[in-house]
């Protein structure tokens, strides 16, 4: 399904196996069963694509006109957080902390915004230079213009990670255990069945039975053992759910692709790191 398979078939000296679980045809959301794993890797790579992964954002504004009830620096603001389509492989990282580096063509991207009012200016009102590189929700409001109103800007969009500012986050990343589920001597079903609000239970020849195509969907957050008195049990493996929903900027497979990677990048430098220290 994705590359980096040296970082996720081998951690630990265990053969991970993975199976999808959901997965939305825009390719926004993904949900994983990853087995035989850890929650210090499941935090790593959560953390990774957090943090590591690159997309692309508004980064400087240079703003020619604006006459709006929004200052400028509002505006820039809020273009900054406007998520932009991402083509990896058309730029690079900008080199951070050094002031005196000249940016090039790989560096960066163009839009610019030139309207009038009365209007409400939206993201798609950012023209790019580039078309891998637009807005992912159109409709976005930027501000709204009156008559006699008008705005005109020129921004670049850059790489960046979340790690330096949040605009650059693909997406949300979260993982938990596996639900391992058993079923005692229980004499009230119905009552489970109403704590979880029906999602999880049913009632099947007047036993208490696990609804399945439901059952990875929900948490249950203590209250399942506490309506139970104990006679439904909730254990632990070392199995995860892992689930990732993007921000639209990449898909779920490419924010994947990319935090392997970087995770291979960062196993390899480390294993260099320990040779050249034991010589």
Same mark, same amino acid.
């Given at each position: 399904?994705?590359?980096?398979?040296?970082?996720?078939?081998?951690?630990?000296?265990? &053969?991970?196996?993975?199976?999808?679980?959901?997965?939305?045809?825009?390719?926004?959301?993904?949900?994983?069963?990853?087995?035989?794993?850890?929650?210090?890797?499941?935090?790593?790579?959560?953390?990774?694509?957090? *943090?590591?992964?690159?997309?692309?954002?508004?980064? *400087?504004?240079?703003?020619? &006109?604006?006459?709006?009830?929004?200052?400028?620096?509002?505006?820039?603001?809020?273009?900054?957080?406007?998520?932009?389509?991402?083509?990896?492989?058309?730029?690079e990282l900008p080199p951070q902390y050094d002031n005196t580096a000249e940016l090039s063509a790989k560096h960066y991207?163009?839009?610019?915004?030139?309207?009038?009012?009365?209007?409400? /200016?939206?993201?798609?009102? !950012?023209?790019?230079?580039?078309?891998? /590189?637009?807005?992912?929700?159109?409709?976005?409001?930027?501000?709204?213009?009156?008559?006699?109103?008008?705005? *005109? !800007?020129?921004?670049?969009?850059m790489l960046g990670t979340g790690s330096i500012h949040a605009k650059w986050v693909p997406g949300l990343a979260h993982? &938990?255990?596996?639900?391992?589920?058993?079923?005692?001597?229980?004499?009230?079903?119905?009552?489970? /069945? *109403?704590?979880?609000?029906?999602?999880?239970?049913?009632? +099947?020849?007047? +036993?208490?039975?696990?609804i399945k195509e439901n059952l990875f969907k929900y948490d249950f957050a203590g209250v399942l053992e506490d309506a139970?008195?104990?006679?439904?049990?909730?254990?632990?493996?070392?199995?995860?759910?892992?689930?990732?929903?993007?921000?639209?900027?990449?898909?779920?497979?490419?924010?994947?692709?990319?935090?392997?990677?970087?995770?291979?990048?960062?196993?390899?430098?480390?294993?260099?790191?320990?040779?050249?220290?034991?010589?």
């Amino acid at each position: 399904m994705v590359a980096g398979k040296k970082a996720v078939e081998e951690e630990e000296g265990y &053969k991970m196996e993975i199976r999808v679980l959901e997965q939305n045809k825009d390719g926004m959301k993904l949900a994983l069963l990853i087995k035989e794993s850890s929650p210090s890797f499941m935090n790593t790579l959560r953390r990774t694509i957090m *943090e590591e992964v690159p997309t692309m954002a508004i980064e *400087e504004v240079e703003i020619q &006109k604006n006459n709006s009830i929004l200052y400028d620096e509002m505006i820039a603001h809020r273009l900054g957080l406007v998520p932009l389509t991402t083509d990896l492989k058309g730029y690079e990282l900008p080199p951070q902390y050094d002031n005196t580096a000249e940016l090039s063509a790989k560096h960066y991207c163009t839009l610019v915004l030139s309207t009038k009012g009365p209007c409400t /200016v939206y993201a798609s009102d !950012l023209k790019s230079k580039d078309p891998a /590189v637009k807005p992912v929700y159109p409709k976005m409001p930027i501000v709204k213009l009156l008559k006699g109103q008008s705005l *005109e !800007l020129e921004a670049k969009a850059m790489l960046g990670t979340g790690s330096i500012h949040a605009k650059w986050v693909p997406g949300l990343a979260h993982y &938990k255990y596996k639900p391992v589920i058993e079923i005692g001597n229980v004499e009230h079903p119905e009552k489970i /069945v *109403e704590a979880m609000h029906g999602n999880v239970f049913e009632i +099947k020849n007047g +036993k208490l039975d696990i609804i399945k195509e439901n059952l990875f969907k929900y948490d249950f957050a203590g209250v399942l053992e506490d309506a139970s008195d104990g006679k439904v049990k909730l254990k632990r493996d070392n199995d995860f759910i892992f689930t990732l929903e993007s921000w639209g900027q990449l898909s779920c497979k490419e924010i994947f692709n990319a935090a392997f990677d970087t995770m291979n990048e960062a196993y390899d430098k480390l294993a260099e790191e320990i040779k050249a220290s034991e010589k």
